[in-house]
């Protein structure tokens, strides 16, 4: 999550994620968003490898862990997961990682395009990047959806039009 915009500007479904996919991940985003100047995480073993540790200090990006026990020092990323177990990952039984996959780029296309934030002052996530000004920021670009292999942009095309039909 962008602790400015709001954007959820990855969302990841795998069968295990390591140190080392998350920094291939977050190499991904700096290609299409730019780097960061810092990345704020909690203390997971994805997050504490030597794996990130190495790809923080490659990427000159400064790496911020939260206390142990302190969720609300990331705030913003604890409210984005809980309305994401909420609303898909407690509603939905995945049978496919390629299912996973869709559903919840289906998911984080509707939260960054169509749900109106007050924090943001009823702009949506991407409306509210494309529309800051004065800001010199990379996160305040246009956003810029992850790349999706074709059968995947068809299936989530059909999911969103199920959405909107049903």
Same mark, same amino acid.
């Given at each position: ?10 969302? *990841? ?5 390591? !140190?080392h996919? *998350? ?10 968003? /730019? $780097?960061?100047?810092?990345? *704020?995480?909690d =203390? /997971? ?5 030597n ?17 142990p /026990? #302190?969720?609300?020092q ?7 997961? !809980?309305k994401?177990?909420?609303e #898909?990952?407690?509603e ?10 869709v559903?919840?780029a289906?998911?984080?296309n ?11 002052k ?11 000004? !004065?800001? =010199?920021?990379?996160?305040?670009? $246009? ?5 999706v292999a #074709? ?6 095309? =059909?999911?969103?039009?199920e959405?909107?039909?049903?």
């Open positions: 999550i962008d602790d400015c915009t709001r954007e959820c500007i990855a969302l *990841v479904a795998d069968t295990s994620l390591s !140190g996919r *998350v920094a291939r991940e977050l190499n991904q985003l700096i290609t299409q968003r /730019g $780097a960061p100047k810092m990345v *704020v995480s =203390n /997971g073993t994805e997050f504490t490898s794996a990130i540790l190495n790809w923080a200090d490659a990427a000159r990006v400064d790496w911020h862990y939260i206390e /026990g #302190k969720p609300m990331n705030g913003f990323i604890e409210s984005f997961n !809980g994401l177990r909420d #898909k990952l407690n939905t039984l995945f049978t496919t990682l390629h299912q996973a996959r559903e919840l289906t998911w984080r509707d939260y960054n395009h169509h749900r109106p934030h007050s924090s943001l009823g702009q949506t996530p991407a409306e509210f990047a494309n529309r800051a000004t !004065g800001m =010199n920021a990379p996160a305040l670009r $246009a956003y810029a959806p992850m790349p #074709k059968q995947d942009q068809h299936d989530i095309i =059909n999911r969103q039009s959405l909107k039909a049903g």
